[in-house]
C-alpha cells in the first residue's frame, strides 16, 4: 500500500493522520514498538452516545402484555426474554440473541451502575472517567498517558469522552461521512507539550516521533469496511494500530441514542449496530493477532427513563450498564441489578450478590477495576483519586470466589 492511498483510506476510516509529515523533524526521537516494551492489555472503549437504554439491551424489562401503557419497554414481552446458558438475561431480538450467546463465556455485564446525573458531558466524565471534576482525564488517556505516552498515536480518539488533562498526545478522528465533526479534527492536544507531573506519573512529555508510526500503522492497515456501520471503520483502525504496537488505547463512539421521540423505532436498530461492532472487534483482533491482550469496555452517559413520554419517546434517566470482555475480566456473569422500574438495587461488597443495604454500584467502582486490570491504579490515584471508600471495594472483573479472596 503506497503512502497515498493509505492517507485516502486512513481518512475515510476518520483518522486525522495527514499532519504526521509536519512532526518528522531533526531531533524527533524514535521509540520501540509498544510490543517490546509493554505486555498489559490493549483497550477499547466504545460509547454510545446521547444515553443508551439498558433496558432495551442488557437489563431488559419487557411488557406484561400487548398493549401494557405503563411498560417500561414495549418492544418486546417480559415472557420473551431470553437467557444465555451462563444466566445473561437479554433483550430477545435475533441479532442480540446470536451476539450474547456467542459471547456468553466472555462477556461480564454490570448493571445498575447510578451515573448521578441527566446532563450529557457530565455524565461522559462520569462514565469513562470515574470522576466527576472537569479535568478528568478519561480511562483511555491515563491508559495511554502511563504506557504509551510518549508515542505519537499512543491515544487514539473517534468521539466520545476524551479529555487528557494535558498528560499526552491525542490523535481525534471523525467518521469521513460527518464532515461538520470533521473539520474538528485536532491532531495533538496542544497543552501536552511539555507539561511535567511531580507524584507517581513522573514526566510525561508529547514526544514527536516522525513518521516511524505512520510506516508501522500503514503496514498493519487492512482494507477498510465501506458499510453504513462507521464503528467498523473505527474498529480496523484502531486494531492495527494496537498491532502496528504505535497504541495501547482507543476511544470509538456511535452516536443517536438520544431517542426522546419514537424511542422503540430509532433505538434497537443502534443497538444492533453497536454489538455487531462488538462482535467484528473479536473476530478482526483475531485475524490481527492482538485478541489475547484486547479488552473492550461498551457504555454510554447513562440511561433512559423507565416509561415513555408523550412522544413515545424516552428521556433521560441516570442508571447505566456497562458491557466488558477480554483479557483479565471473568466473564458468563451479571453483576448488580436494577428494579422493574429501572431503579439501582445495591450489591454485597464481598459476595456482589444483590442485598439491602449494599454498596450502589457507581462509575468509580467500574474504573477502580479497570485501572487494576490496566496496572495504573498506584500511579494515577495520586492524581486522579476515585474516593472508594473502605469496604467498598467491588472486584467486579473477579470470577465470584476469586472476589471473595481479594477482598479478604
Known amino acids: 500500500m503506497d503512502r497515498r492511498k493509505f492517507l485516502g483510506l486512513a481518512s475515510f476510516a476518520g483518522l486525522s493522520v495527514a499532519s504526521l509529515d509536519a512532526l518528522a523533524r531533526p531531533g524527533a526521537r524514535g521509540l520501540p514498538p509498544l510490543a517490546e516494551t ?41 415472557r420473551d426474554i431470553a437467557t444465555t446458558a451462563s444466566g445473561i438475561r437479554h433483550a430477545p431480538f435475533a441479532a442480540f440473541r446470536r451476539f450474547f450467546e456467542k459471547h456468553d463465556r466472555r462477556l461480564l455485564v454490570i448493571n ?45 480518539s473517534f468521539g466520545g469522552y476524551e479529555e487528557t488533562g494535558g498528560m499526552v498526545a ?28 511531580g507524584g507517581p506519573l513522573g514526566t510525561i512529555h508529547a514526544s514527536r516521533t516522525g513518521t516511524g508510526e505512520l510506516r508501522a500503522l500503514q503496514r498493519r492497515l487492512p482494507a477498510l469496511d465501506d458499510g453504513p ?22 476511544n470509538l463512539e456511535l452516536d443517536g441514542f438520544d431517542t426522546h421521540v419514537d424511542h422503540d423505532a430509532e433505538h434497537v436498530p443502534l443497538l444492533a449496530q453497536l454489538l455487531a461492532a462488538v462482535d467484528f472487534a473479536g473476530e478482526e ?30 428521556d433521560h434517566g441516570p442508571v447505566t450498564s456497562v458491557l466488558a470482555l477480554g483479557k483479565g475480566i471473568a466473564g458468563g456473569r451479571v453483576v448488580g441489578a436494577t428494579n422493574e422500574r429501572h431503579e439501582a438495587l445495591t450489591v454485597d461488597p464481598t459476595t456482589l450478590a444483590v442485598r439491602e443495604g ?37 472486584r467486579l472483573f473477579a470470577a465470584r470466589g476469586e472476589a471473595r479472596r481479594a477482598v479478604a
Open 229 to 250: 456501520n462507521p464503528l467498523i471503520r473505527q474498529v480496523q483502525v484502531a486494531l492495527a494500530a494496537f498491532r502496528a504496537g504505535v497504541s495501547v488505547a482507543a
Open 112 to 156: 445498575g451502575v447510578d451515573v448521578g446525573t441527566l446532563g450529557h458531558e457530565d455524565g461522559a466524565r462520569h462514565v469513562w472517567s470515574g470522576r466527576r471534576s472537569d479535568d478528568a482525564p478519561s480511562f483511555a488517556a491515563l491508559v495511554a498517558a502511563v504506557h504509551g505516552g510518549a508515542r505519537e498515536a499512543g491515544f487514539l
Open 38 to 78: 509493554y505486555r498489559g492489555p490493549r483497550f477499547l472503549t466504545i460509547s454510545a452516545r446521547g444515553g443508551w437504554d439498558p433496558t432495551s439491551l442488557c437489563d431488559p424489562k419487557g411488557a406484561a402484555g400487548p398493549g401494557d401503557r405503563d411498560a417500561v419497554n414495549a418492544s418486546f414481552l417480559a
Open 285 to 314: 483482533a483475531e485475524r490481527q493477532g492482538v485478541a489475547d491482550d484486547l479488552v473492550i469496555v461498551v457504555s454510554s452517559e447513562f440511561g433512559r427513563t423507565a416509561g415513555y413520554n408523550a412522544l413515545r419517546g424516552k
Open 358 to 394: 449494599g454498596v450502589r454500584i457507581e462509575p468509580k467502582h467500574v474504573h477502580q477495576e479497570l485501572r487494576r486490570l490496566a496496572g495504573i491504579a498506584e500511579a494515577c490515584e495520586a492524581l486522579y483519586p476515585l474516593d472508594v471508600a473502605d469496604g467498598e471495594d467491588l
Open 170 to 197: 491525542r490523535t481525534r478522528g471523525a467518521d469521513a461521512r460527518a464532515p461538520a465533526r470533521a473539520e474538528n479534527f485536532d491532531r495533538v492536544d496542544p497543552r501536552a507539550d511539555a507539561i511535567r507531573f
